[in-house]
Nanobody, 130 residues
Framework: QVQLAESGGGLVELGDSLTLSCAAT????????MGWFRQAPGKEREWVAAVSWSAGTKFYTDSVKGRFTISRDVAKNTMYLQMNSLRPEDTGTYYC???????????????????????WGQGTQVTVSS
């Protein structure tokens, strides 16, 4: 049974920093791609960043490049999202997600596509005030 649990969300001000954590159990980590998504009220879920668990290769959406850093601690089975220079448009519920051997990826799947992630956490709220 795969379980993902996010933590670290909160209410911050423009320009502040926040670090999210995603603790994972039940994963065969070496075969996984792990990602962060976010969803603002009234908007679709948006991919933020991803990391390959074994190689540590990182991927980012353009709007967070230079501000956010995704990382993972293999020994702790935990993924992080360090968020700097936060903006009001970063507000939303942040979800961690996993795409592993048991996940059915649609034809032509690309990393930002949520359909290719089969494991999801419950989300943690991030609110950035101006």
């Amino acid at each position: 049974q795969v379980q993902l649990a996010e933590s670290g969300g909160g209410l911050v001000e423009l320009g502040d920093s926040l670090t999210l954590s995603c603790a994972a159990t039940g994963l065969t980590f070496n075969a996984y791609l792990m990602g962060w998504f976010r969803q603002a009220p009234g908007k679709e879920r948006e991919w933020v960043a991803a990391v390959s668990w074994s190689a540590g290769t990182k991927f980012y959406t353009d709007s967070v490049k230079g501000r956010f850093t995704i990382s993972r601690d293999v020994a702790k089975n935990t993924m992080y999202l360090q968020m700097n220079s936060l903006r009001p448009e970063d507000t939303g519920t942040y979800y961690c997600a996993g795409s592993g051997p048991g996940t059915k990826r649609p034809p032509g799947w690309r990393i930002p596509n949520a359909d290719g992630y089969g494991d999801w956490g419950q989300g943690t709220q991030v609110t950035v005030s101006s």
